[in-house]
């Protein structure tokens, strides 16, 4: 109710409280009359008139969080009070067998699934669970649900159990393995495959990142290696969901505002402020993570400490160094951890992708951001401060600073100033070229910037005839420029753009013979612009281009011959030509190919682990592998296939997203089966061949360009195809080939311009009439036919300008009718081996 | 009232009222952000939830005009102010229950900065009571500090002028502090 007097003393107040100090008192009194009460009030009133709004504002908050925190911890104390219950023994169509754990959303357990047969992670919400609970426990289940990745437990399923107060349920993958630092201590791994699981333990971060969830509790314990090496994240229970916008929603409910686990918090975490974690908070652990690995020590020993004190020190202690606990992790180590721990969230790598990359140079030997000088840590500063949402807008924003940056320096013409927008642009420069930067930056992005720096670049270039770096940045430019017109499909721009890099390096190794990057680089370039050339069908230009390439390397690695990057080069500038060989001159190539595994085995002998000598002896092992079984020396062929696939797995588990790589491991597959059919191995074929299908499936995520991944079926089909040829299974062959076709039709639509896909196609088509003539089925032989000439009509009348693919498609032709005609045999028909060599 | 049957939303309403929220969660959470200032107080306060329990029920409300910024940031201010007390009732409630009090990180790092604080039920009450004493001043607080709005702002969600709103303004926050303080609740 509000009373009259309650009225009056509010308009009192504000009466008074216009007039100075020391006449209010006497004002309050004459207005109130004889109302003695109303005076003493407003009086009262206005000696409390002092505080500042804001700190009566900050009280206010503070209540509110009080009384919000207040209420989780009500939420939390009441579900312990049930915690008791019996498990259940079935939950929805899942069989439980145990109690795994449970915590202050609900419990977990162990459960069997019928349909497909496995064992589940079930987590199941507490019966008390309100409402809201229940709205983010599904929440959390559904975001889970867009993770998927090698690296994170997989969601599978999820629903409501009826049975129970309609409870909600989430069914996760259980994983069985070692905690992450249990098992590097177990398998006695060295540095360089702790510092790969770190890596890859990123890359399922940064996956999680870019869907908009924030873990906020990795920790070894958290973090499952199983037998296949393959380090997984488990319990994102409280994670964060970034909306749209970037706010956050809490999944956690342990009543504490602060969940985590002590000693992998960062400084921000521990502050208690939800507002001021973002996906920084996840690199500041994997941060320590990588300490703990690398020294076998705590980051934060927190064992003897009481939890107050512990928290003082984790909040105030210095950032440990790895190199204080062993000193030969001085330099790139050391940088990177005090990189990823910074207690400024602001100096940290930007995200858990960037420290996943950084450590991914580390273990190509390549220079590693975290040692990079200031223009960098500039642009970063800047990025972050507009925290783009996506990395492709860091990525930019980085970029585009540099180049403002630059900009100014080079306006100052001091030779300082150059060195400074030299290095400036080199930065751009390297991140758009970067095999990277295609996932990062998106085409439109990465051609803004280019076009942003196209006319410094070009003018620095020409007012510095002289300079190395200037020349280099120019031809790297152009580079970048090449690709970014190739990718849009303008070839001729491409091709230019490639030619004048090309002439550029050219020029630079005339005058500097004995720089490794020129060479490196002019060497890439060679092939990029032969490449280039081979899509114009100019044929003997790209072949020139290929031996200009190989000369260079062989002198090079005469100068160098300790340099892996040359000597990689090196070989594949013989496998390119041996490839070119192979049909023409089979004993060239033959030669080439061993002139490559002897480069392949020098680069084992210099740097056995790194990934370049790996992947050059997974291509190496495999060639020779094909050799041998060409010359059915069959023991060498499935030794050598077994140690391709042997290599490509070790590779792959340092980084599975790595496109390059999944081919490789495709190949080495391939590899491993042939000579298991070649022999009539065929049961160990077939097992090999779904092992194969299971391990690329599963390492190709969703984050896989579609393309790659209807490459990889392809040859998992091949695979297969050529295993169920040997057993002359009729009725399962034209199944498969039924499939095979399907997936033919996807490629030529997904890749147009492809000849092979086409010519795979017409393969199949040839085939299917062979297998329908074994199974005695005319009629539908006759359809093939007819399918067969349609797409040889349609494959000429796409590449009405090649003439080597319409005397492809004429061959088809031929080979069709003469099959109809029983002119040839059922099986003349044999597809042609497709080895793509996709080698840079 | 609030038992009627919801009435489908024609899409140009619904897109409104998203904009209106997301104007709403972004001021809300910029402001509960913004205004900490950890330094001087060495505390840190957490009104994420608050924010995100208020935009639910502001969602839920109907026949506020969503194209009206000052209005839905003050109808937002006023259901912040609801959650509290809500709040606030539950807690008393439990505070008579049995069981042990859960102890988190989070207490303790606030007992340990031992900076002034207000007993929370004590601030809702103190709420309600000024709501009693000056409804309207009780509001301009709510607008204040919830949602931040300008006096300019506040003077058209209450339909009235700059000055008047400044005043009563004023009478609360010296009734809020007074009561806060321990002073005489008159």
New interface residues.
Partial sequence: ??DDG?AR???L??AA?ALPGEQREAFVRREAGGDHDLAE?VL????????T??L???????????????????A???I??HADEPAPTHIGRYRVIRELGRGGFGRVFLAEQDEPHRQVALKVAHAQASP?DRRRFRAEGVALARLQHPGIARVYDAGVWHECADRPYIVMEYIEGLPLDDYAAAQNLGRRRRMALVAQVCDAVAHAHRRGVIHRDLAPKNILVGEDGIPRILDFGVARLLNA?G????LAR?????VGT?GYMSPEQ??????LMDTRTDVYALGVIAFELLTGRRFLDVSTLS??AA?EAARTAPTARPSSVDRSLRGDLDAIVLHATERDPERRYPSANALGTDIRRWLHDEPVSARKPSPLYRARKFALRHRAATAAGVILALGLTVAAGYTLDARRSERQSLAASLNALEAIVTRILSPLASKLGSLDERAELLAIIGPDVERIAAGSPDNLMAQRIRARYLSALSDVEDDRGALPAAMAAREESLAVYRRLLATWPNDIETAHECSLAMVRYGNLLASENRADEMRALYEEALALDEDQVRRHPEDLRLLSNLYWSYRRLDELHRSREPERSRALAHHAAAVADRMSAIAPGAWRTMEANIESDRRLSELAIADARYDEAERRGRAALQTAHRLIAMDPMSRHIQSRLALAYSAAIKPLIATGALDDADQLVDEGSVSLRFIMSDEVDPTQRLVIERMLFELRLAVAEEREDHAALLRLLDDAIALAQRLMETLPGELPQREWTAGLLLARMDTLACLDRPVERLTDFARVLEHADATQALFANSPRAIGRADNWREIAVRKLEGRLPDDAFRRAPSTPLTSR | MTSNPPQPEPADAVADRNRAI?LV??RL?RI??S????DA?G????????V??TVMRLQQQRGLDYTDEVRVLAAAANI?GRV?ID??R??QA?KRAP????V??????LI?SGS?????????DALGALA????I?AQT?QM??WAEMSFEQMARALNSTEAEVR??F??A??????R??G??A?
């Fill in positions: 109710m509000i309650a003393a509010e308009s107040f504000a409280r009030e009262s009133l206005l000696r409390h008139d002092t505080p709004e804001d009566l504002a900050l009280q206010a908050r503070a209540a509110a969080a009080d009384l919000v925190r207040a209420d989780e911890q009500g939390s104390r009441s312990h009070a809201t916008g706010a956050a929603v809490t342990d009543g504490a505002s602060l002590l521990l502050s208690g402020d939800p507002l939890l107050t928290l | 997301e969660y972004e959470e509960a952000h205004r900490l200032d950890r107080m505390r840190v306060v957490q009104t994420r939830s608050l995100h329990e912040m509290l709040l606030a539950k807690r439990q069981g042990e009090v859960a988190t990180l989070h207490t303790i790092h340990e002034p604080t207000v007993d929370a039920v004590e601030f809702a009693a004493v000056s409804p001043g607080i204040r500090f005043d009563r004023n009478f926050k010296a009734w809020l502090s007074r806060l303080a002073g005489d008159r």
